[in-house]
C-alpha cells in the first residue's frame, strides 16, 4: 500500500515563549506542499526498509520505524511490515520531510490494518513521533499552536506560486531553536497571515510574512541570507526562510520568472523546485 508523504512549508512562525518543560510555544500557519515523498509498505515478517537516500538512518531514529512502533503498542498488534521509500524532500531543510514520512505510515497502517482511528487519535500516536507529524497527518492549510499539537485547519486557494531554494547545508531543529535571543525575536501575525489566505489576499500574504527562527539559522547557514537577496533581486514579491531552515521559499505570481530563477538556481548548484499550495 502506498502513500504520498507531502512537505511543507511555514508561512508565518512565531515562537510565543520557552515552556516550562524546556519545549517552545509555537504558533505557525502551516501549508502543504504539492511536493512529496512516497512510502509503501507491505506486510513482512520483519520491519525492514529500503531508501533511496544512503545517509538516512534505517533504526529506531528513523520516522517511519518510530511511527511503526508506536502504532503497534498503541493498538498491540505485532505484524511487521516491509517498507521502501522514494525520498524526494531534503533533509534539515525546514520542509517536514521526515515528519510527512512518519504521517504516512500512520495512515497507511490505519487502512492496512482496519484500526479505524479516529483524528484525535490518529493526532496523538502522530504526537508521540514528532512535533510536525500531526500537522502532516492532515494535510490542509492550518493555524499550528502549542508545540505543534493544536490545529485548526481552515480552507483556501492561494493564487500564488512557491520556489522553493535549499543551500547544500542545512539546519538542524534543535541547534536552531538553542540559539534564539528571545529579546530579540519577530513575532509575525498567524491569524493576519490566515485571514489573507482565506480571502487569497495576496498582499496581506505577502505583508505577514515572518519566522521568529531566521535570525538564529542565518548564523548557522549565511547562505540563507544569500539566497533570499538573490530571490528578491529576481523579483518575487515575497521571500523567507521555513521553519528552521534550510530552505527559502519565494512567492509569485508569474510562473515564467519562477521558471528562470530555478534555471539559474540549479545551475549554481542548489536544490531547486516549483510548487504550489496544496488544496483540498
Not at 531534503?90 to 487502512?111: H, V
Not at 504526537?127 to 497527518?137: K, L, M, N, Q, T
Not at 521571500?239 to 530563477?261: E, N, P, Q, Y
Amino acid at each position: 500500500m502506498k502513500d504520498r508523504a507531502y512537505a511543507k512549508i511555514n508561512l508565518c512562525l512565531d515562537v510565543v515563549g520557552r515552556r516550562e518543560d524546556g519545549y517552545h510555544e509555537l504558533k505557525m500557519i502551516m501549508v502543504p506542499l504539492d511536493f512529496y515523498d512516497v512510502l509503501e509498505m507491505v506486510p513482512s515478517a520483519k520491519t525492514e526498509m529500503s531508501i533511496n537516500r544512503y545517509y538516512l538512518p534505517i533504526n529506531d531514529k528513523n520516522t517511519v520505524i518510530k511511527a511503526i512502533q508506536c502504532v503497534q503498542q498503541r493498538y498491540g498488534f505485532t505484524q511487521e511490515f516491509s517498507c521502501t521509500l522514494t525520498k524526494h524532500i531534503p533533509t534539515q531543510a525546514g520542509l517536514a520531510g521526515g515528519s510527512a514520512d512518519a504521517a504516512a505510515a500512520i495512515r497507511i497502517m490505519n487502512r492496512m490494518m482496519h484500526l479505524h482511528m479516529d483524528t484525535p487519535t490518529m493526532l496523538d500516536i502522530a504526537r508521540e513521533v514528532g512535533a510536525d507529524v500531526p500537522f502532516c497527518c492532515i494535510n490542509r492549510p492550518a493555524l499550528v499552536g502549542g508545540i505543534g499539537e493544536q490545529i485548526e485547519s481552515f480552507q483556501c486557494r492561494p493564487s500564488f506560486h512557491v520556489l522553493l531554494v535549499k543551500p547544500r547545508k542545512g539546519v538542524a531543529t534543535k541547534t536552531a531553536f538553542s540559539m534564539l535571543d528571545y529579546d530579540h525575536l519577530v513575532h509575525p501575525d498567524c491569524n493576519a497571515m490566515r485571514e489573507a489566505l482565506k480571502k487569497d489576499d495576496y498582499p496581506g500574504v505577502i505583508e505577514n510574512l515572518g519566522n521568529s527562527l531566521e535570525e538564529s539559522s542565518l548564523k548557522l547557514v549565511p547562505e540563507i541570507k544569500n539566497v533570499k537577496d538573490k530571490l528578491l533581486e529576481f523579483g518575487f514579491d515575497g521571500v523567507l526562510m521555513s521553519g528552521s531552515g534550510s530552505t527559502v521559499f519565494g512567492l509569485s505570481k508569474d510562473k515564467a520568472l519562477l521558471k528562470r530563477t530555478a534555471e539559474y538556481m540549479r545551475d549554481h548548484k542548489y536544490f531547486v523546485r516549483i510548487t504550489d499550495i496544496l488544496s483540498h
